[in-house]
């Protein structure tokens, strides 16, 4: 499957910049979620509820910011 | 405090149903915050069925719900679900369960999925279940949830 996201999504913009920075991200912040908003990249947490809060102290209602896990591989979630 | 709360039904609508819990999905503390600072106000959510679902790996809400109350959207995620695999929303949310002593969740992403059943509209995944022991008890109709956060 194809790792990027589709190009309709609001947030194209935020997932461009992470899939240009994957890569490097990988080596230094696996696992770890990044938040971008924009072209600004906040920082990276070490689980989705303190991105989130960071993301809303640094970015607001207004603006929207992605959330992603950084991995290798996406993570696939199964729903039996 | 011991969060231990007992799901009371029958055997039969156990089997059938499965266990369900009325929920409250709505805006995370820290939104709610920012917006009442800012004179905005959001959608106000009501009460939703939600059935604890052990083959769900994340929380899944319908689709419509996320959206007719505004949720935050946080990025696509990765869903296979009837032998299928497709990219859905992810929304940050809170939830919390009014009509029990249970403890809510104020930051859950939750994933907007477009579920089988018409009158469930949450799934409650093991994100959530990890914070929990369940005992199902099939012969009496009861499953009990004992919140393991400290």
Same mark, same amino acid.
């Given at each position: 499957?194809?790792?990027?996201?589709?190009?309709?999504?609001?947030?194209g913009?935020e997932?461009?910049?992470?899939?240009?920075?994957k890569?490097e991200?990988?080596?230094?912040?696996?696992?770890?979620?990044?938040?971008?908003g924009?072209?600004?990249?906040?920082?990276?947490?070490?689980?989705?509820e303190s991105?989130?809060?960071?993301?809303?102290?640094?970015?607001?209602?207004?603006?929207?910011?992605?959330?992603?896990?950084?991995?290798?591989?996406?993570?696939?979630y199964?729903?039996? | 405090?011991d969060?231990?709360?007992?799901?009371?039904?029958s055997?039969?609508?156990?089997?059938?149903?499965?266990p369900?819990?009325k929920v409250?999905i709505g805006?995370?503390?820290?939104e709610?915050?920012?917006?009442?600072?800012?004179?905005?106000e959001?959608p106000?959510?009501?009460?939703?069925?939600?059935?604890?679902d052990?083959?769900a790996?994340?929380?899944?809400?319908?689709?419509?719900?996320?959206?007719?109350?505004? /949720?935050?959207?946080?990025?696509?995620?990765?869903?296979?679900?009837?032998?299928h695999t497709?990219?859905?929303?992810?929304?940050a949310?809170?939830?919390?369960?009014?009509?029990?002593?249970?403890?809510?969740?104020?930051?859950v992403?939750?994933?907007?999925?477009?579920?089988?059943?018409p009158?469930?509209?949450?799934?409650?995944?093991?994100?959530? /279940?990890?914070?929990?022991?369940?005992?199902?008890n099939?012969?009496?109709?009861?499953?009990?949830?004992?919140?393991?956060?400290?």
């Open positions: 499957m194809n790792d990027t996201m589709p190009t309709d999504d609001p947030l913009r997932l461009s910049l992470y899939d240009a920075r890569q991200w990988s080596r230094y912040y696996l696992n770890q979620f990044v938040v971008i924009g072209n600004q990249v906040e920082g990276f947490h070490p689980d989705y991105a989130f809060k960071a993301g809303i102290q640094a970015f607001g209602l207004k603006q929207q910011f992605l959330i992603k896990q950084i991995c290798v591989t996406e993570p696939v199964v729903v039996y | 405090m969060q231990r709360v007992v799901l009371k039904t055997p039969d609508e156990l089997q059938q149903q499965g369900i819990l409250l805006h995370t503390p820290d709610l915050e920012e917006a009442q600072s800012l004179g905005f959001f106000e959510s009501r009460l939703f069925n939600a059935l604890i052990t083959g790996a994340v929380t899944i809400i319908n689709p419509q719900l996320a959206e007719t109350y505004k /949720l935050r959207y946080t990025g696509m995620e990765q869903i296979t679900a009837v032998g497709d990219k859905y929303r992810g929304y949310a809170a939830i919390s369960f009014p009509d029990r002593n249970l403890r809510g969740f104020d930051i992403r939750i994933i907007a999925c477009p579920l089988a059943s009158v469930m509209s949450c799934l409650i995944g093991r994100d959530i /279940l990890r914070h929990w022991e369940l005992i199902y099939g012969e009496s109709g009861a499953v009990t949830i004992l919140d393991l956060r400290r």
